[in-house]
Structures are given as C-alpha cells and as structure tokens.
C-alpha cells in the first residue's frame, strides 16, 4: 500500500486548503494511505512514513516561507541522504496571480532535491488553461473550479507515481491510464 504525506505550512489557511484538496486528490487511488500535517506537527517520522511527499507552502517574496525551510535546515538535517529516492511534488498560494507561486514551488523542489526526493510536474491540463508544470498553484484561496481540480490532480499524480515507485503497480502509470490524461468532466 502506498503512503502519500501531505506536509504543508499555511499562514492563512489558503495553502491548508489547498493540502486538503491535495490528499482528496491522492485518496483517490485505491491502495493509498494519506496522512495530512502542518509543519509544525510533523517529525523526521513522518518523512520516513511516507512513500510520496506533496510539500505546500505560502509564497513569501518569490519562495517558500521560512518555517518550512527551518524544517528542512532544522528539523530534518540530520536525515538528509535517508531519505533518498523518495518522489515528491510541491503547491503554493500566493497574495495574487503573478506572486511568485511557480517560483515557490521550484523553491520547494530544489530542497527536495538536495535531500534525494524524485520531484515532478504535471503536463496534463487541470482546465483549459491551467496545468501543474511546477506544482499547484493558486492566488488566496482554492476558490476555482480549475485551481481545485489542479490540486486533486497533483495529488493524484503524486500516488499514481507512487504506486508505480514504490509499489511497482504499473497499471497505475499515469500514460497505462488514458483516461487519466483527460480533461475534467
């Protein structure tokens, strides 16, 4: 059974909202645990719980906020290299459209990647005009229909790939499913 973590830090719960949608999005294939944390909860257990990690973050100048790199700089210092080969994602909300959301999530996704996360975007569309090439994004709250379908579908993306990695369930590889690579109906 794949494990999907949810590790978000939310300043005025627009990113929670966004993590919920996130985990409603991973919850969708079967065989998926999902846990949910802010990152003020979470431990290095967490990290080592899981099998895939979406990380959200509000966009605090162009990046991600301080509290969730103090706890990759903090908290998870001494399991860097532990954790190596794990996939991963990232979603952000910024104050507005053109806030810097897209660079926040390649701001997540380089600390992924120091610490050996497999990260990944979506190609596919969440709407007419939206997709998840960095991650999710959105500006205040997950209010539109495509913002929200953009989250489920990271989620989504996040435990098909992990049921691929880690469960070696190839019929949930996301080009096995064409369906899956439709527009929303």
Request: aromatic letters at 8%; glycine letters at 12%; charged letters at 20%.
């Amino acid at each position: 059974m794949g494990k999907v973590l949810v590790l978000y830090h939310s300043a005025g719960g627009n990113t929670a909202a966004m993590a919920r949608l996130v985990a409603e999005g991973a919850g969708r294939i079967p065989g998926t645990e999902v846990r949910v944390r802010d990152v003020d909860a979470a431990s290095p257990d967490d990290v080592y719980w899981c099998d895939g990690l979406a990380v959200g973050s509000p966009t605090n100048m162009g990046v991600l906020s301080w509290r969730m790199k103090r706890f990759w700089d903090e908290t998870m210092f001494d399991h860097w290299g532990k954790v190596d080969g794990k996939v991963a994602c990232a979603f952000s909300s910024s104050g507005g459209w053109g806030g810097g959301a897209e660079i926040a999530c390649q701001s997540l996704q380089m600390v992924l990647m120091n610490f050996g996360f497999l990260v990944f975007g979506v190609t596919d569309y969440a709407g007419t005009m939206t997709t998840c090439h960095y991650g999710a994004v959105a500006a205040k709250e997950p209010r539109d229909a495509e913002v929200q379908q953009s989250c489920r579908l990271l989620g989504r993306r996040l435990a098909e790939w992990v049921a691929v990695v880690a469960d070696g369930r190839k019929d949930q590889h996301p080009l096995a499913k064409p369906e899956s690579r439709t527009l929303p109906g």
